[in-house]
């Protein structure tokens, strides 16, 4: 069972500050949806719990471990971020893509061992790159790229995965395709699984807790049913949304006037 | 085993390289003759082939190898097909420390590491600048080079016409910076091998950090490279490649870009093959871009610099045309 928890912090780029006193938790097996406006902090709460922006106050403990002890290999051992950029110049093939997952893990002059072999083979083997796998990588469409990244993650064989809006070029079928990819990951690897999302009905129907963001903190953390209600939606984001209920998962939809 | 079958092709290309051009040159001597002066015959061809030809030979190897390694470790870095020594500007900023230090009267052994501090802070300044460019940092790097290739070159022309111990030897100045390895004295040569030797050695311990950057700085981070600590080692690394070369010949331009690219087509893009593989298909190039430049027009010599400016420059224009999605 792994937790990775920030208290209390905040955070800031120079002046900005864009974290006030937040706290969050998570732990194995938990999909976490983090929504929010624009500028809530959600990408910068993801940036602090990967250990890539130092808080200014509080901290994020990683088991209990403060992650600022840490190094980055040791941290990349156990928290896994798939990254927002996925654009290459470069002719990586996908293999070669997703052994990077094992960055913290080769031996001297990137000498592979044969955990790092078979980490490689089942990362592309769960996200079914088999057949793309001696293909370039800056050949792909942008959900093979993506997927690639995504075993590139994977193969880390962390036990925290974070991702920002992970599926922001994706068109509907492949937005669901990911998430659906996700939650079987969290669950057969008992994944700790942390996505911003933008869409309130793919965190609705994925998240087994969602995170509304909103200056900085975190304003309410539940189960989708309890979270999202029509007053919180419209106290977050404004007039204009309305929730309907459908299978036991809040909907949100646009409230269209009637043209005057 | 591909790869090593690749590394085994470009060693003996290589060699066969290093041969034509110790057998070739101004002054026709057997093949018998050139084996005999290699191992100490004391006529003039012994001469000619020891204190010239091998030398030059040599030289040519390192420069050649040095910048194309060079190359390969920024391309990776800054994640841009289009960087190297010369066109970042750090192969200018190398020549204007060496020229300082030429000027200030510093012994010749600390030549080549004026050199190195010179590429030093100016790749340096080259990396700070990209990163203020944010994720395009293409076109950041392209005029970073431009402005301070002009710069370093502006001081540089100051340096050699106020400076009276370097008027007296304009020509040969001249000759260096435009990038010429026909005079190369075997203590240089001894320096800027070790330097050399340091270099590469860093870069082939870095390599498979380097393919960390792929998709960034801040994903070799969550990758579990520690960025400030390898971003340093590897601008160290292009520093000492790229001021040993500039101290054996000054500006040769476009090796480190046309090697890289070109190589990543054979055997992909992955940095644990590809530093070795730069570092010996650059030397064969420009041992062969030296032969030509000394028969193409014998008994007149080109700088080398000259050839590889000619074949490297258009390269660099398709390139730029081919990645212009990611430059604007």
Not at chain 2, 99 to 121: D, N, R, T
Request: glycine content about 10%.
């Amino acid at each position: 069972m792994t937790t990775l928890a920030a208290t209390a912090v905040t955070a800031a780029y120079r002046e900005r500050v864009v974290l006030r006193e937040c706290s969050f938790a998570m732990g194995s097996g938990e999909i976490v949806a983090v929504v929010g406006p624009n500028g809530a902090g959600k990408s910068t709460l993801l940036r602090v719990l990967a250990g890539l922006l130092r808080p200014t106050a509080g901290t994020v403990a990683l088991d209990g471990q403060d992650l600022a002890t840490l190094s980055r290999s040791q941290v990349a051992r156990r928290v896994a971020v798939v990254p927002q950029i996925f654009d290459t110049l470069f002719p990586f093939t996908v293999r070669e893509v997703v052994a990077l997952g094992r960055t913290a893990r080769l031996g001297s002059f990137g000498r592979a061992s044969a955990d790092d072999v078979v980490a490689v083979a089942r990362a592309i083997d769960e996200l079914d790159l088999a057949p793309l796998a001696s293909r370039r990588v800056d050949r792909l469409s942008g959900g093979e790229r993506q997927r690639a990244v995504l075993a590139m993650a994977l193969a880390q064989e962390a036990n925290v995965l974070l991702l920002d809006e992970p599926t922001v070029h994706l068109d509907p079928g492949h937005q669901l395709a990911t998430l659906v990819l996700l939650r079987d990951l969290a669950t057969r690897r008992q994944l700790a699984v942390c996505a911003v999302l933008h869409d309130l009905n793919l965190a609705s129907a994925f998240g087994s807790r969602i995170v509304v963001m909103a200056e900085g903190q975190v304003i309410r953390d539940g189960a989708p049913l309890e979270v999202i209600h029509a007053d919180l939606v419209t106290a977050v984001f404004g007039d204009g949304l309305e929730v309907v209920e459908r299978d036991g998962h809040p909907a949100v939809l646009p409230r269209i006037a009637s043209p005057r | 085993m591909r790869t090593l079958s690749v590394l085994a092709l470009l060693a003996a290309g290589l060699v066969v390289s290093a041969a034509a051009g110790i057998l070739i040159g101004a002054v026709a001597i057997g093949p018998g003759d050139v084996l005999a002066a290699l191992f100490g015959s004391n006529d003039v061809n012994g001469t000619i082939i020891r204190e010239l030809r091998l030398p030059r030979v040599l030289g040519a190897a390192l420069v050649g190898g040095s910048l194309a390694t060079a190359g390969a470790l920024l391309q990776g870095l800054l994640r841009n097909p289009l960087a190297d020594p010369f066109v970042t500007g750090t192969s200018a900023g190398a020549t204007l420390a060496a020229v300082a230090a030429i000027v200030l009267g510093l012994a010749a052994p600390l030549v080549p590491l004026a050199a190195f501090a010179g590429a030093l802070v100016t790749v340096t300044l080259v990396w700070r600048l990209a990163r203020l460019g944010g994720g395009t940092t293409v076109l950041t790097v392209l005029l970073a080079g431009v402005v301070l290739t002009s710069f370093a070159g502006a001081v540089v022309t100051f340096l050699l016409v106020s400076s009276d111990r370097l008027a007296l030897q304009l020509r040969a100045v001249l000759g260096w910076l435009q990038g010429g390895v026909s005079v190369i004295s075997w203590p240089e040569l001894g320096v800027a091998a070790i330097v050399v030797a340091l270099g590469l050695g860093f870069a082939l311990v870095l390599a498979h950090r380097v393919d960390a950057y792929a998709f960034g700085e801040e994903t070799a981070a969550t990758l579990g490279v520690d960025p400030d600590r390898t971003t340093t080692a590897v601008l160290g690394a292009t520093a000492l490649l790229s001021g040993a070369a500039v101290a054996l010949a000054g500006l040769v331009g476009f090796v480190g870009l046309v090697i890289p690219h070109a190589l990543r087509f054979v055997i992909g893009a992955t940095h644990r093959r590809l530093v070795p593989a730069s570092f010996l298909a650059g030397a064969a190039a420009l041992v062969l871009a030296d032969l030509g430049s000394r028969t193409l027009i014998a008994p007149a010599e080109l700088p080398v610099g000259a050839i590889t400016g000619l074949i490297g420059a258009p390269f660099f224009l398709a390139l730029l045309v081919r990645s212009r999605r990611i430059v604007v």
